[in-house]
């Protein structure tokens, strides 16, 4: 009994809807590259056949989620300037108290995702206060790439991010100090040296939980900073291999569900998880693997493809 009532309890960190984007022109965005190690090369198949691909892996994705009682704001692209549209995240989220933020994207053509019906239908639906929008900041250089770059602890008000082009410091302190997070800024790496491009690949923070590719933290001394910041927060630490870290094992969104909280994430993550790390998530979430071989080509999985909507739903 006791294990249900933490399983179906609200929690701010957990939303219980989501905006996707359903691509028709899915590619690997060539803009992106020289900063994403996760991209992946085609493997062979036709430009047709990732698109067809894309487009079904969006569709299956949310209809479970449906299923599983999150509700799914599903919004199609048909625009074929926008490879990386699939990955909402990062150019908008919400926040309670019927907040919104708008950012500035690194990369030229992705700052064509960001779409006006998204912001209008949610204000249509829930509670919005304020827009803020940071896109402005591009023109002078500056991105801040929502939560891809940052990973929001929601209850503790801090805001994890791994130092790389795509969270611009001046940014950040504009978010922070808008938004009342804490920054907690730390450097990351691959086990190639390379910076990791966004902090959403590294960690996830749940309700009870928060999985960390801890050694990807390069400063010793800020690594155990971080880990016990996360730890005061009454979470039990998950442990990331850097194995599991390049199979998006990070890359995981927790979301409340109509009976229970649940943890989402690629198949190819959930199978990359020792049974230690699935019996300490299950305590929590019940774990939903979606397959999205697909999307992961461009070098997302789940969590980039799912904003939270953590705004209140109108009557």
């Known amino acids: ?37 996760f991209q992946r090369s085609d493997e062979g198949m036709s430009a047709e056949e990732i698109r067809r691909a894309a487009f079904e892996e ?6 479970v989620l449906e299923k599983l009682g999150v509700r799914t704001h599903v919004f199609d692209d048909e625009q074929d300037d926008r490879p990386d549209a699939v ?4 150019w908008f989220s919400t926040h309670s108290g019927g907040h919104i933020a708008i ?16 912001i209008e239908l949610l204000k249509q639906q829930y509670r919005v206060q304020d827009v803020i929008d940071y ?46 997070f804490e920054p907690m800024v730390f450097d990351a790496v691959d086990d190639s040296g390379t910076a990791i491009y966004h902090t959403n690949v590294l ?22 900073t971080v880990v016990n910041r996360l730890a005061e927060s009454g979470r039990e630490i998950i442990s990331l291999s850097s194995q599991q870290i390049a199979e998006f094992a ?10 229970s909280r649940l943890l989402a994430l690629s198949a190819r993550a959930c199978a990359s998880l020792t049974p230690t790390q699935t019996a300490v998530i299950e305590r929590s979430c019940q774990l939903i693997p979606l397959q999205v071989p697909t999307i992961e080509l461009a070098g997302g999985s789940v969590r980039c493809m799912l904003a939270g909507v953590h705004l209140v739903r109108r009557p």
């Not at 990955?87 to 990062?90: C, T």
């Not at 950012?103 to 998204?118: I, L, T």
């Not at 960690?203 to 155990?224: W, Y």
């Open 87 to 90: 990955f909402p995240n990062n």
């Open 203 to 224: 960690m996830c923070i749940g309700t009870e939980f928060a999985m960390i590719g801890v050694d990807s933290i390069v400063d010793p001394v800020r690594r155990a």
């Open 58 to 63: 969006v569709s299956e994705a949310a209809s």
């Open 250 to 259: 990070g890359n995981a969104i927790e979301l409340q569900g109509s009976a």
């Open 135 to 180: 896109s402005g900041l591009e023109a002078d250089g500056l991105s801040l790439e929502g939560t891809g770059a940052m990973v929001l602890d929601h209850e503790d008000r801090v805001a994890y991010v791994a130092r790389s082009r795509r969270a611009d410091p001046v940014a950040l302190e504009r978010f922070c100090t808008h938004f009342n």
């Open 103 to 118: 950012y500035p994207m690194e990369a030229a053509n992705r700052r064509k995702e960001r779409r006006s019906d998204v």
């Open 1 to 37: 009994m006791g294990s249900l009532v933490m399983r179906t309890r609200r929690s701010i960190q957990a939303p219980s809807s989501v905006v996707m984007i359903r691509p028709h022109h899915f590619r690997s965005n060539p803009q992106t590259r020289a900063d994403n190690a």
